[in-house]
């Protein structure tokens, strides 16, 4: 079965740094990418998406970046504030027309002053 | 701004008891999805719906586990005899077409408590 991880469980930086999380995956490679945000007590928000034949895809402070060949994604928040803690669930989409996701278990993210 | 609503946003039943958790999708949506996610474990798929029936469910949705639309709007998930390891936060999703690079919009959850 598909197995995702997510580089670490916790990730404390300070306001202004840039942000790095890693998706690693194995098996099958997934057609899509998502990143999403979950807060406490809350259900995923879309982030992004990336295609397998996208390199890299940029919204706003957001850049996440797609390599194949090494199965991994890296999720990017530049000029990070503290309204970004949050936790980062990665989740892959095989393609199929029915769009289910397979997640991370997500890094926590904690931005302070 | 649409948004998937569910209700109720906690649930405390006993064991062995019946729950439905309901779910009203974006209007313009097609395909629905129930998630879990148990407290400090990842969000799990459990199944998707489409055109009135299962698309495509995982192993942890068995026999105890059903989903409905009963009209155009709702969407329910029934467990018939609940477990306590089906205490979870439990999501609906939806997207608006069946092609999967459509974002999956989700619900605030409804937190399921099995005593």
């Known amino acids: 079965s598909q197995k995702i991880e997510q580089n670490s469980e916790a990730l404390n930086i300070q306001e202004g740094k840039t942000a790095t999380l890693t998706c690693n995956y194995t098996?099958?490679?997934?057609?899509?990418l998502q990143w999403y945000r979950q807060d406490p007590g809350r259900g995923p928000v879309f982030l992004l998406l990336i295609r397998e034949n996208e390199k890299e895809k940029r919204k706003e402070r957001l850049k996440v970046t797609f390599d194949t060949t090494l199965k991994q994604s890296l999720f990017h928040i530049t000029a990070s504030q503290p309204a970004d803690s949050a936790t980062y669930l990665c989740a892959l989409d095989r393609g199929s027309t029915l769009g289910r996701l397979y997640f991370g278990r997500g890094t926590q993210l904690t931005v302070w002053p | 701004e649409p948004e998937v609503t569910q209700t109720p946003s906690h649930q405390v039943t006993q064991m062995g008891q019946e729950v439905i958790l309901r779910c009203v999708p974006i209007s313009n949506h097609l395909y629905f999805y129930w998630y879990r996610q148990i407290l400090g474990q990842k969000v799990e798929f459990l199944v998707s719906f489409y055109n009135n029936e299962i698309s495509e469910k995982s192993e942890i949705f068995d026999d105890q586990f059903s989903v409905e639309r009963p009209d155009g709007s709702n969407f329910t998930l029934k467990i018939r005899s609940t477990k306590l390891e089906d205490s979870a936060m439990y999501f609906c999703a939806s997207i608006n077409s069946g092609n999967s690079y459509n974002e999956q919009f989700f619900g605030p959850g409804t937190r399921l408590t099995v005593l």
């Open positions: 098996n099958y490679s997934p057609a899509y």
